[in-house]
């Protein structure tokens, strides 16, 4: 494997009411920079803190050609160009992208444990 190749896992959300449509938009810029894309079927959770609005979740899996922290970067980039911002008042989020695995690590045990993450996740490694 080429040492500059790395495989990714990311978590991708949204509780906005227009959810879909931002976790759509990410993919889309995700599927741009990364090579072997592959995304799982989005679907619901419950908020953590059991306040917010529901959830639409998404992993995805690709290839990245450079470190991590280019990539963290990349993620928040495009999360601000989608126009996050958190709204205190409505507790919604346009979008969240996080890098939760990189090559063998994994870089946020607790999405890493968290349904969120481990439904897409858990989809995407059947296919494998």
């Not at 080429?2 to 509780?15: A, E, F, P, T």
């Not at 810029?29 to 995304?39: E, F, G, Y």
């Not at 899996?61 to 450079?66: D, L, Q, R």
């Not at 990349?74 to 601000?80: P, T």
Request: proline letters at 2%; one cysteine or more; a negative charge.
């Amino acid at each position: 494997m080429d040492s500059d190749r790395h495989k990714v896992y990311l978590s991708i959300g949204s509780n906005h009411e227009n959810c879909l449509a931002y976790v759509e938009q990410a993919s889309s810029r995700l599927q741009s920079v990364l090579t072997d894309w592959k995304m799982c079927s989005p679907y619901k959770t419950e908020a953590i803190n059991g306040v917010d609005a529901d959830y639409l979740n998404a992993v995805a899996v690709g290839y990245w050609n450079g470190d991590e922290e280019s990539l963290n970067q990349i993620c928040k980039s495009i999360e601000r160009a989608l126009g996050r911002t958190r709204d205190n008042k409505s507790h919604s989020v346009e979008i969240d992208i996080d890098l939760v695995c990189f090559d063998d690590d994994i870089l946020r045990p607790a999405d890493y444990a968290r349904e969120y993450f481990s439904i897409g996740f858990k989809e995407l490694s059947e296919d494998c």
